[in-house]
Nanobody, 119 residues
Framework: VQLQESGPGLVKPSQTLSLTCTVSGGSITTTYYYWSWIRRPPGKGLEWIGAISYSGSTYYSPFLKSRPSISRDTSENQFTLQLSSVSPEDAAVYYC????????????WGQGTQVTVSS
């Protein structure tokens, strides 16, 4: 499975960040696969943002409260992250990641996309 992130590299404060992950080499509806968004802020460790399952169920990390939303387009084999009300603290390299059967283990990673939050 290969994953590729796409989206704007610059977002203004208070706006909504939208990133799309295009998956190839496998279907996002394949049973027991989970599709996550993870980020790494500068100088910090990895932060799991949330995931969408093969059946369309969604899971979110509580540290971002209700700001993230993950959806999918099965016809395009893509899943999307929307993060509302961004601030400079949301600047990071964002990765889309696949997992098989467990959200605690990651199988394939996208190359990552840098997001800057600035006016």
């Amino acid at each position: 499975v290969q994953l590729q992130e796409s989206g704007p590299g610059l977002v203004k404060p208070s706006q909504t960040l939208s990133l799309t992950c295009t998956v190839s080499g496998g279907s996002i509806t394949t049973t027991y696969y989970y599709w996550s968004w993870i980020r790494r802020p500068p100088g910090k460790g990895l932060e799991w943002i949330g995931a969408i399952s093969y059946s369309g169920s969604t899971y979110y990390s509580p540290f971002l409260k209700s700001r993230p939303s993950i959806s999918r387009d099965t016809s395009e084999n893509q899943f999307t992250l929307q993060l509302s009300s961004v601030s400079p603290e949301d600047a990071a390299v964002y990765y889309c990641v696949s997992s098989f059967t467990s959200l605690l283990q990651y199988d394939s990673w996208g190359q990552g996309t840098q997001v800057t939050v600035s006016s």
